[in-house]
C-alpha cells in the first residue's frame, strides 16, 4: 500500500459516507457498512483520476477457465486494467505485496486457504484493498458472513457475464453489491458471533496459522512456509488458543469450522 493512499482516505471515507446514505443493495448501491472495504478510495478514484487511469485488479482462483472468464468481464468493463492472475493464496499474497492494488476478486477456495481465512487474512494485511468474494456456494449464511469479514461484494459464479460487470461496476462507484435476495440483516446466533467476534482479533499471521493448522500441517511445516522459527509457531498457535477460548490445536479447528458454513472440513487431521 502507499502513504498517499492512506493519506488521503479519511478525507474519501467522509465523502462516500454522505454520498451513500440514499444506497440500495442486491446489484444497486449500498451505503458504506460495517466491515465492508475501502470503498472510499474507489470511489474517490473514480471522481478525481482521468479517464484513462488504470485499475489494478487481482484475479483469485484456482481454475484457468475461470479466471479468464472474469478477465473477459473486467476486461470489458475497464479500459485500460491491469489484471493480475493468481491460483494460490501464497500467489495472492505476492500481488498484494508488490502494493497498488485497487481490487481483489476472491474464490473462497484455494490452495492455501479455505473458507473465510483467505478473506480475513486479506481485510487483515491490506485493509485498504477491497474484496469482492466470487464463490460458487451462494448459501445466504455463507454470504452474510463474507460481508461480515469485510467483503465489498459476493457474485455467485453462475451470474451471467454482463451481471458480473454490474456488479464490479457498481462496487468500484463506491457500493456494495451482493445478491438481491439475500437479506443481509439476518444476524448470527449468538455463540457463532462471539466466535466471529473472536475470529477478528487474530493478526495476519495467526489467520495464516490458522489456516496451516486446518490443512493439518506440523509446526516445521508450517514454520518452513512462513520462514520463521517453530518457537514463532508455537507462539502463534498458543496465541490463537486464548484467543478463540479453547485449549487445543483440534478444538481451534473445529471452532473455525463451525462458522466456515461447509467450507473448513470438520475433523481435519492436526498436531495433538
Known amino acids: 500500500m502507499t502513504l498517499a493512499r492512506l493519506d488521503r482516505g479519511p478525507k474519501a471515507l467522509a465523502a462516500a459516507e454522505a454520498a451513500l446514505k440514499q444506497g440500495k443493495r442486491g446489484g444497486r448501491f449500498q451505503a458504506f457498512g460495517r466491515g465492508h472495504g475501502p470503498l472510499p478510495y474507489l470511489r474517490e478514484k473514480e471522481r478525481t483520476v482521468e479517464k484513462t487511469e488504470t485499475y489494478r485488479l487481482v484475479i483469485a482462483d484456482d481454475h484457468p477457465l475461470f479466471r479468464g472468464a472474469l478477465r473477459e468481464a473486467v476486461s470489458g468493463l475497464l479500459n485500460p486494467a491491469d489484471i493480475q492472475e493468481a491460483g494460490s ?10 502494493g497498488d492494488t485497487d481490487l481483489v476478486l476472491l474464490d473462497l477456495n484455494m490452495p492455501g486457504a479455505r473458507g473465510f481465512s483467505g478473506l480475513m487474512y486479506i481485510r487483515a494485511e491490506y ?9 460458487a456456494n451462494d448459501d445466504p449464511a455463507a454470504i452474510r458472513r463474507c460481508m461480515e ?15 458480473i460487470r454490474t456488479a464490479i461496476s457498481d462496487i468500484l462507484k463506491g457500493g456494495v453489491w451482493t445478491p438481491g435476495d439475500v437479506d443481509l440483516s439476518a444476524g448470527s ?12 482479533t487474530l493478526t495476519p499471521q495467526q489467520v495464516r496459522v ?9 509446526n516445521k511445516q508450517i514454520a518452513f512456509q512462513l520462514g520463521v522459527s517453530e518457537a514463532t509457531v508455537k507462539a502463534h498457535v498458543s496465541a490463537i488458543l ?8 483440534t ?17 481435519a487431521g492436526v498436531e495433538g
Open 149 to 163: 469479514f469485510g467483503a465489498s461484494g459476493f457474485i455467485p459464479k453462475t451470474l451471467p457475464v454482463e451481471d
Open 251 to 267: 478444538q481451534a479447528v473445529i471452532a473455525a469450522a463451525k462458522i466456515e458454513a461447509g467450507h473448513f472440513p470438520h475433523g
Open 127 to 135: 485493509p485498504v484493498v477491497p474484496v469482492i468474494v466470487v464463490s
Open 210 to 218: 490458522l489456516m496451516m493448522l486446518s490443512e493439518g500441517l506440523l
Open 242 to 249: 486464548q484467543k478463540l477460548g479453547v485449549e487445543s490445536r
Open 89 to 98: 493464496f501464497d500467489e495472492v499474497v505476492a500481488l498484494l505485496d508488490r
Open 189 to 200: 446466533d449468538a455463540e457463532t458471533a462471539a466466535l466471529m467476534a473472536r475470529m477478528a
